[in-house]
């Protein structure tokens, strides 16, 4: 039905050379860090890319196997995103699951009390001194329980949880199930897809950050991966188990970039491998949310 | 039955309210529950820093605690008030913010329209694939992009060395701070925050298009008077929620991408905090930074959520 005028289809051209243009800008950086975790620092440097195999070499990643601080961060943000998932999505899904009911009293007012809190909170200091006083410093519990409630999932449970039918509920009810056995038989089935959606944000969250472990942690080998990275990428702090010994600083400078680029891919690979599968369902997740 | 009915509506009527609903609570006292440990987390962390947030008036002591410690008024705010680089921040916070502000909100929309204008599904998805992925990068790793690729010797300067033949140490320059941290967040995110707009767009009735051309209409006007106006709400609401966060710009990045040399226009309110703050030890005069940078914060909320709701028929988010 559609038919374009002749300078429709120049703008309709136009944008696609545009569009091309953009997503070669958003995909030169991610190539250009992965090669250059994959090749020789000064072919880099004089020649740009190569592909004489002579120039390809994995030392860069070697070199933080051999080192360990990496891994070790690995590991620690994989056990931190684990548990400050599992006790997020708990808190957030339960209480999201209780204000979908029409049963309920003072559901508005416990809504708001949770709500004041996207707006207003004590500050950085006022937060820390509370989780000092706990004796949380310096554990894993700082990272984990702190933020582990997220208003924002709470509202997105609870809408997806009020597009159950009611009468599925009812029926249980009628049939002697008590409120716990219709939302573990029930509706928990039901609502697989909010809570991978929730789980997953709050995974990838947890991931990413760096704060709560830069101000709550001082054991180095606590850190998480985020943290190790800061060490290597933005202080330069390249770990002194990663170089041999004494090196001409110029081989140093040539190392230490080529560790950063390949951290820099290490880090990133998971996420950017397991994304495509999961495009869908963050789309979705915006969605609900934005949609309440 | 009819009988039945009113009797319990009478019997019921002497009894308060409160007894209705208190019954109700009894009946349904699972949900309260599982809303215990919500409630309990959000008091202990976000309630209780409130509260504790009043060592802003005080000279906060960690023997005496909270309670102990003296009441010294408005001394902290006015210290910071009077100090020598309270406009430099204050300013800072406010340029760098609204300067995302004014370039980032556009972008996306911009770009989900183009991206709306791909007739080809499998090849817009597979564009919006690639333009997505930069979100899922932490800031640390893309802070240590920003600074490999801007570094002296880095791909950036490789490519300069064209027309220049000395180096440019970006990240040592105040003036390219705002830049590197706005299109970097560009970068990032337009593609992302597309998202949202690609999926109004997508809920345009087909029809209004092909009305509009069988009247002699032009892509670009159907652009501006049937694509556009279908996103208008959506915009509304996002740009009081980004204009709100105006006050609370990132800490993460600006701390991140901050360097000896550039701190001249990278120092904001929420570095300056962490650093006096948790770095020095000055508790109270840090809290009462931060209490004023939430005050500068909410007043802003209301100032645009008020001009948002004149442009769009009295349709605000508060």
């Given amino acids: 039905m559609n038919t374009y005028s002749k300078s429709d289809r120049f703008i309709l051209f136009t944008n696609k050379i545009l569009l091309c243009g953009i997503v070669v800008v958003v995909l030169f950086p991610l190539l250009y860090v992965l090669l250059a975790s994959l090749l020789e620092p000064n072919v880099l440097l004089s020649k740009g890319l190569s592909f004489n195999s002579s120039d390809w070499t994995l030392e860069g990643y070697r070199k933080i196997f051999e080192d360990g601080s990496i891994v070790r961060g690995f590991i620690n943000s994989m056990l931190y995103s684990a548990g400050f998932t599992i006790v997020t999505v708990t808190v957030c899904i339960l209480a999201g699951y209780s204000l979908s009911s029409d049963e309920l009293v003072g559901k508005r007012f416990i809504m708001i009390f949770f709500l004041v809190t996207m707006f207003f909170n004590g500050g950085l200091i006022p937060t820390y001194l509370v989780v000092k006083n706990l004796g949380m410093l310096n554990t894993v519990w700082a990272i984990i329980i702190p933020n582990a409630i997220n208003v924002w999932f709470i509202i997105l449970s609870r809408t997806y949880f009020k597009s159950i039918p009611n009468e599925l509920k009812e029926a249980a009810r009628i049939d002697g199930a008590s409120e716990f056995k219709i939302f573990l038989k029930i509706v928990f089935p039901l609502s697989k897809p909010i809570i991978f959606v929730i789980a997953l944000y709050a995974f990838i969250g947890q991931w990413n950050s760096y704060f709560d472990a830069m101000i709550y942690l001082e054991d180095r080998d606590l850190y998480p991966l985020q943290l190790v990275l800061r060490s290597i990428l933005i202080q330069n702090e390249v770990q002194p188990g990663m170089i041999g010994d004494q090196q001409a600083a110029a081989e140093l400078q040539r190392i230490s970039e080529m560790i950063k680029y390949s951290s820099i891919v290490l880090a990133s690979l998971p996420l950017i491998i397991m994304y495509p599968f999961f495009q869908k369902y963050f789309e979705k997740g915006v969605m609900v949310g934005s949609l309440k | ?318």
């Fill in chain 2, 1 to 318: 039955m009819a009988k039945a009915g009113t009797e319990t509506a009478v019997s019921a009527k002497p009894q308060s309210r409160w007894k209705v609903k208190w019954a109700s609570v009894k009946r349904n006292h699972l949900l309260y529950w599982l809303l215990a440990p919500a409630i309990l987390l959000t008091i202990v962390f976000k309630y209780v820093p409130m509260y504790g947030a009043s060592i802003a008036f005080k000279d906060f002591s960690p023997i005496r605690g909270i309670m102990g410690s003296e009441w010294v008024g408005l001394k902290h705010f006015t210290s910071f008030l009077s100090s020598p680089n309270f406009m430099e921040i204050l300013l800072n916070t406010i340029k760098l913010s609204s300067f995302e502000l004014l370039i980032g909100f556009p972008i996306p929309i911009i770009l989900a329209l183009m991206l709306n204008q791909i007739r080809r599904a499998g090849v817009k998805k597979n564009i919006q694939l690639v333009l997505y992925a930069p979100h899922f990068i932490s800031v640390v790793v893309i802070s240590g992009m920003v600074f490999l690729f801007l570094s002296p010797t880095g791909p950036i300067n490789a490519m300069l060395s064209f027309f220049t033949d000395k180096p440019v140490s970006f990240m040592s320059d105040p003036d390219a701070f705002r830049s590197i941290y706005i299109w970097s967040g560009v970068w990032q995110g337009a593609g992302w925050a597309s998202i949202i707009y690609v999926a109004a767009l997508a809920n345009v009735d087909p029809q209004l298009h092909d009305a509009a051309t069988v009247d002699g209409a032009s892509l670009l006007q159907r652009i501006w008077h049937i694509d556009l106006p279908t996103l208008k709400p959506v915009m509304a609401v996002l740009f009081i929620l980004a204009a709100g966060g105006i006050m609370a710009i990132g800490f993460e990045k600006a701390y991140l991408l901050q360097t000896s040399m550039n701190i001249p226009s990278s120092e904001i309110i929420s570095t300056y905090v962490y650093k006096r703050g948790l770095q020095a030890g000055d508790y109270s005069f840090a809290t009462a930074v931060g209490l004023f940078n939430a005050l500068v914060n909410v007043i802003l909320l209301v100032f645009v959520n008020g001009v948002v709701k004149k442009l769009n028929e009295g349709e605000g988010l508060l």
